[in-house]
C-alpha cells in the first residue's frame, strides 16, 4: 500500500487547495481563455514552493488519465512550467492510482 504524501504544513496544504482551484477556473472553468501567461502570473500568487506545486500536479496527472470528462492538459502544463517537483508528482500520482484502484476505478 502507497503511503498519502502528505504536505509538511497547514500553509502548504492551503496552498495546494488554493492552486487546485485557481487550476479548475482557469483550465476548464470561467477563465479558461485567459492567457498562460496571465495563468501561470495567478498560479505564482499562490504558491511558487515546488513542492506544493508537484503535489498538485500528482493530482491532476491522474485526473488527465483517467478522463473523467475534463481536459486537463493545461493544468498539467502550467504545473509543470511553474516548476513543480516532478518526485513529489510522481508520490502523489502513485498513491492516487492505487485508491482508485481499490475502488474499482471508481472516484474514491
Not at 498560479?43 to 493530482?59: F, N, P, Y
Request: proline content about 3%; charged content about 30%; some cysteine.
Amino acid at each position: 500500500m502507497v503511503r498519502y504524501p502528505d504536505l509538511p504544513t497547514k500553509q502548504a496544504r492551503l496552498e495546494s487547495a488554493g492552486l487546485s482551484g485557481a487550476l479548475e477556473r482557469l483550465t476548464v472553468g470561467k477563465d479558461k481563455d485567459c492567457s498562460d501567461e496571465a495563468a501561470l502570473a495567478e498560479l505564482r500568487e499562490i504558491t511558487t514552493d515546488r513542492h506544493v506545486v508537484g503535489h498538485v500536479l500528482g493530482s491532476f496527472v491522474v485526473q488527465l488519465e483517467r478522463n473523467f470528462g475534463y481536459d486537463w492538459t493545461r493544468a498539467v502544463r502550467l504545473l509543470r512550467e511553474l516548476g513543480a517537483d516532478e518526485d513529489q508528482a510522481a508520490r502523489v500520482a502513485a498513491w492516487q492510482r492505487e485508491r482508485y484502484a481499490r475502488n474499482g476505478g471508481l472516484l474514491p
